[in-house]
């Protein structure tokens, strides 16, 4: 069972513990940490999702990311779902944004990285392959249908700031 911490829309803890699964109260939020990787060199990782996911299996999704722990911090939960479903350890966390929807509060960082390209790892039942693009691969991903609708929303701001997004 995976216990989550509670939180008010502002982000304060609500002091009520979630299980993942159950429903959550109305006015309760629970909070997902979501990391846009970047290496060095500038090239952007994308994560295929396992094909037996519920939504959107088998698309390469932006981002790696998931829902904090109990007692989590926004950056603990930010670095423990990037190494658990990359094996990449961030030189640089920076946070880029927040998004609201229904009963989630997403924090959005991006990762800077100096790893081996060839040494990202892939967890079990959520990444079956992973890919770097360029810059301008990249921005084509994120412009065309293949990027998942709701990462691009919830990224929308930040992509917007890059210029790799039109308003």
Known sequence: MEIWDGYWEDGSLANKDLVRGEPI????????CE????????????????????????YYEATAGGSALKGEDKITCAKRELFEETGITAISLEEIGQYISHDTIYYQFLCITDC????????????????WLTENE???FVNSVHM???????????????????S
Do not use: C, W
């Not at 006015?27 to 997902?32: D, K, R, S």
């Not at 990202?120 to 392959?129: C, D, F, M, P, R």
């Not at 998942?148 to 039109?166: M, N, S």
């Open 25 to 32: 109260p109305n006015g309760l939020y629970h909070m997902v």
């Open 138 to 140: 990249y921005i084509a």
């Open 148 to 166: 998942i609708p709701v990462q691009k929303i919830r990224y929308a701001d930040f992509l917007k700031k890059l210029g790799y997004i039109q």
């Open 116 to 131: 081996g390209k060839t040494t990202v790892s892939l967890q079990e039942g959520e990444t079956v392959a992973y890919r």
């Open 35 to 58: 990391i846009l990787v970047r290496h060095i060199d500038g090239d952007y990782l994308l994560m295929q999702r396992d094909f037996r996911k519920p939504n959107f299996g088998g």
